[in-house]
Each structure stands twice: as structure tokens, then as C-alpha cells.
């Protein structure tokens, strides 16, 4: 007589870093067939990690892995996943607790779907498949983050770079600038009157279907100026 083997889930224990390249390697490696993330160790809200979950779980859903079950969330990040509006859209994951509904509250975070249109966000022009953009701030810092599941023939990779390039000198912002797709990862660290500064690249296994992923957290010149004055 067979024996059914349940498998075991993979256990992922996120911790509260803002290194793009600890958050690339830990959410864009190797999908597992079933998933459970433990983010008990992130104290306070974070949008990248927010953001990062978010598109790890829309790869599980397209490559049709089961839910990613994210336990053990802070008050903090229970609260800032409330203050994003929308997000209960979000595909391919299940919280274990109650989240409620905010009413008559201004939200730091916009969820939305890109097959719902996106003309007014910035960079959308080049995310026009199955994704999602998150835009919003916290604690006096801008996050875009952008995600589809784009075809590599479909993408125009140097107009991405050219307009980031393009807004960093029209906004005049310090920040951190992110492109992955399931190819290569592209970094660059954005400071005020400055062009486009080096470029970090790197070659990655190819373990993911084709996506486009892009995280852009800054600050304007000004508003820290105000703030340190």
C-alpha cells in the first residue's frame, strides 16, 4: 500500500533590514511548494518588505503554488498593512489574523491592479501586464514598488533607467533605486544634483517566470534640509 507523504512547509523568517539585496535574495529565491513566513521579527512596518512579500506571492499564484501564509505580524505591521488601501486585492496570500477595515481614515498606501489601470502612477507605462503598484509614505519617505508578470520581449529595460535617471534630476531626491526581473538585478543609490550615478548589476539563476519588479524608496533634497534644520 502507498504511503501519502505530506510535504513540510518551508518556514521563512524575515527580519526588518531595508539592504535591497538581502530582501532580492531572500523573496525572489526559489519558490517552495507550500510556504509559511514568519515575520515576528519585524518589529515596525516596513514597505519594502510589504512590497516584496506582495510580489513573491503574485509569482506563487502564477506558477500555481499554494497560498503564502504570512503569521505571527506585529501590531505595527498590522497597521500599516491596514493603512493600504486596497490591499485585501493582493493574490497568492493569507494573513493569520484579523486585519479590519480602516473607515474614514487617511491611508499612508495605495494597492492597486495594474490590469485596473495605472495611468496616473509614475513608471507605469512600462508595467501594463498582470501586477500590481504599491505607492505611498512613511515616516517622511516616498515608496513606489511596481510588479507584473512581463514578458522579457515586451520590456524596455534602458527607457526604465533613462526615466528614473530623468526623475531623480526633475525631483531632486536621495533614495534607493531597484529593477529585477528573473534574469538580473539592476541597483543604483540616487542623491540630489548628481546624474545617474553607477549602475550595480547582477546575473541571477534563472528559477522564476518571466516578471519585472521595481522598488523606488526616496526622499527630496528639501524635505531633509527642513528636516535637519
Given at each position: 500500500m502507498?504511503?501519502?507523504?505530506?510535504?513540510?512547509?518551508?518556514?521563512f523568517e524575515p527580519y526588518g533590514h531595508s539592504d535591497l539585496y538581502a530582501l532580492d535574495n531572500l523573496y525572489?529565491?526559489?519558490?517552495?511548494?507550500?510556504?509559511?513566513?514568519?515575520?515576528?521579527?519585524?518589529?515596525?512596518?516596513?514597505p519594502l518588505n510589504l512590497g516584496f512579500?506582495?510580489?513573491?506571492?503574485?509569482?506563487?499564484?502564477?506558477?500555481?503554488?499554494s497560498e503564502i501564509e504570512l503569521n505571527n505580524?506585529?501590531?505595527?505591521?498590522?497597521?500599516?498593512?491596514?493603512?493600504?488601501k486596497g490591499w485585501e486585492k493582493a493574490p497568492g496570500i493569507r494573513f493569520?489574523?484579523?486585519?479590519?477595515?480602516?473607515?474614514?481614515?487617511?491611508?499612508?498606501?495605495?494597492?492597486?491592479?495594474?490590469?485596473?489601470?495605472?495611468?496616473?502612477?509614475?513608471?507605469?507605462?512600462?508595467f501594463f501586464e498582470k501586477g500590481f503598484a504599491l505607492q505611498g509614505k512613511w515616516k517622511d519617505r516616498n515608496f513606489q514598488i511596481l510588479f507584473s508578470a512581463s514578458h522579457s520581449e515586451n520590456r524596455n529595460l534602458p527607457?526604465?533607467?533613462?526615466?528614473?535617471?530623468?526623475?531623480?534630476?526633475?525631483?531632486?531626491?536621495?533614495?534607493?533605486?531597484?529593477?529585477?526581473?528573473e534574469k538580473q538585478s539592476y541597483l543604483n543609490f540616487l542623491k540630489p544634483k548628481e546624474s545617474f550615478g553607477p549602475?550595480?548589476?547582477q546575473e541571477k539563476k534563472l528559477e522564476q517566470d518571466p516578471f519585472l519588479f521595481l522598488s523606488l524608496d526616496y526622499s527630496k533634497?528639501?524635505?531633509?534640509?527642513?528636516?535637519?534644520s
Open positions: 502507498a504511503k501519502t507523504l505530506l510535504s513540510k512547509p518551508s518556514i525572489f529565491s526559489p519558490l517552495k511548494e507550500k510556504e509559511i513566513w514568519d515575520f515576528s521579527r519585524i518589529r515596525e512596518f516596513s512579500i506582495f510580489a513573491r506571492a503574485e509569482l506563487g499564484s502564477q506558477s500555481g503554488s505580524l506585529g501590531p505595527n505591521f498590522k497597521k500599516g498593512i491596514c493603512l493600504t493569520d489574523a484579523f486585519l479590519p477595515q480602516i473607515l474614514g481614515s487617511e491611508f499612508n498606501f495605495h494597492y492597486k491592479r495594474l490590469e485596473e489601470g495605472t495611468d496616473q502612477l509614475a513608471f507605469s507605462e512600462f527607457s526604465i533607467l533613462k526615466k528614473v535617471s530623468e526623475f531623480n534630476a526633475e525631483h531632486q531626491i536621495r533614495g534607493n533605486f531597484f529593477l529585477r526581473t549602475l550595480f548589476l533634497a528639501e524635505e531633509k534640509e527642513e528636516t535637519n
